[in-house]
């Protein structure tokens, strides 16, 4: 299994080759508005508004607040399904000031501000993602992707379905002054491997229950373990779905989550700075060079390239390496029909390089395909098969 990277041709590209970078981008930094955005809704029970009515304005203990959160969950019911998006900006204090018996005007302010500050601190934390695809030959892809087919196309190999993260260059947390959080300074520990997920793609999206993300008791549900796993991972889907408008890029994605809000205080997010990583660089296995690529930044890719995989011998770190071997491709635009063509051209290995024309290219190539590599741990060397 192969992930395949379109990449403009521009400098920033050649430099994130050079320093084998993996940016990981927001919502507005993408072409889809609604990519990452996940889609939840606060149904229409009552006793659950009355919860979270209770549990926000848990502060102001010493007053008797149980009639007006009652009154007032009776009209959040009639006004769900609603976002929360619609829940935040929600006319909390008209609400409070038609009930009977209602608060004075700025204690119903008071009591609104407790609420969405308590609604916001549970919605969803904002996700940044990679984009992979599993094809190397669409048009589309390399039109918007690849500066109009002049660009190129990274080959990755995922382990154990992942992409790790270079050891060396590791970033492994990111720290914050979190006064209103758990503790005064938090860190939130980075992973040191990111999965390759799969991108359903739909019409409309699958609504998630937007009481469950709140603390048990608004829910008045306890999982039990399988329930767990299926509630955690029904939320995890809520940023791997899109229009079926873009089912055509056939994509994978890399996930990085922003820390939860709840345990920060606030809603924290990545700069861009934190949201640059790099990755193993060995699996990088493969580049496909654009039809339309200038010869000129064509030979910059191939010193890069050919650099970089002199360095994959064991550096003996005592770190487990897999090392494969790396081909080039071109890709064409044939004159017989519309179809672009990709093709080998060269195989670079640690201690040679294999031309198409010459023998044993056949051989080597299938090996590559097949995913054999090198795997350095220790002082051993072994020759490993990886799916």
């Known amino acids: 299994m192969f992930y395949y990277r379109y990449r403009p ?25 609604y990519d990452g955005k996940p889609f939840y809704s606060f149904g229409p029970e ?38 929360f998006q619609a829940a935040l900006s929600f006319d909390y204090v008209r609400a409070l000031q038609e009930i009977p018996n209602p608060p004075e005007l700025l204690f119903a302010m008071a009591l609104k501000t407790l609420v969405t500050r308590f609604i916001d601190l549970y919605r969803p934390e904002d996700s940044y993602f990679a984009s992979f695809s599993k ?10 992707y690849a500066s109009r087919y ?29 006064p209103g959080g758990i503790g005064p300074h938090t860190s939130w520990q980075m992973p040191e491997s990111f999965v390759f997920q799969d991108v359903a793609y739909g019409d409309k999206p699958a ?57 920060m205080g606030e809603h924290m997010s990545f700069t861009k700075h934190e949201r640059l990583f790099h990755y193993q660089p060995t699996q990088l296995v493969g580049i496909i ?49 519309r179809h672009i063509e990709v093709t080998p051209t060269k195989i670079l290995s640690l201690s040679q390089e294999t031309n198409k024309s ?18 350095f741990e220790g002082s051993k060397a072994s020759r490993v098969q990886i799916s």
Request: aromatic letters at 12%; proline letters at 4%.
């Open 135 to 144: 094809t190397c030959d669409n048009h589309l892809m390399w039109a918007h």
């Open 207 to 263: 609504f998630g229950d937007a009481f469950m993300r709140f603390p048990q008791h608004v829910a008045n549900f306890l999982p039990d373990e399988p329930e767990r796993i299926k509630l955690i991972n029904a939320q995890e889907r809520q940023y791997l779905e899109k229009h079926k408008s873009w089912s055509y890029e056939q994509e994978v994605r890399l996930l990085l989550k922003a820390p939860l809000a709840w345990l």
């Open 358 to 375: 010459d023998n044993g290219f056949d051989e080597k190539y299938q090996e590559w395909l097949d995913g054999w590599a090198i795997v």
């Open 289 to 337: 060079t654009g039809p339309l690529m200038r010869e000129e930044y064509r030979q910059q890719i191939y010193e890069i390239i050919r650099d970089r995989v002199s360095r994959h011998s064991y550096t003996g770190d005592g770190v487990k390496t897999e090392v494969f071997d790396f081909v080039f491709f071109e890709a064409e635009l044939e004159d017989d029909d």
């Open 150 to 178: 002049q660009g190129y196309c990274l080959i990755f190999k995922p382990i154990d379905g992942k992409l790790r993260q270079a050891v060396q260059d590791m970033r492994r947390s990111v720290h914050r002054l979190t």
């Open 46 to 83: 009552q006793d659950r508004w009355f919860r979270l009515l209770e549990c926000a304005w848990k502060p102001i203990a010493h007053i008797n607040l149980t009639e007006w959160a009652k009154s007032l969950s009776v009209v959040l019911s009639q006004n769900s399904p609603m976002t």
């Open 9 to 33: 041709a521009s400098e920033l590209s050649l430099k994130e080759l050079l320093y084998h970078e993996i940016y990981f981008g927001s919502t507005s930094e993408n072409n889809d508005p």
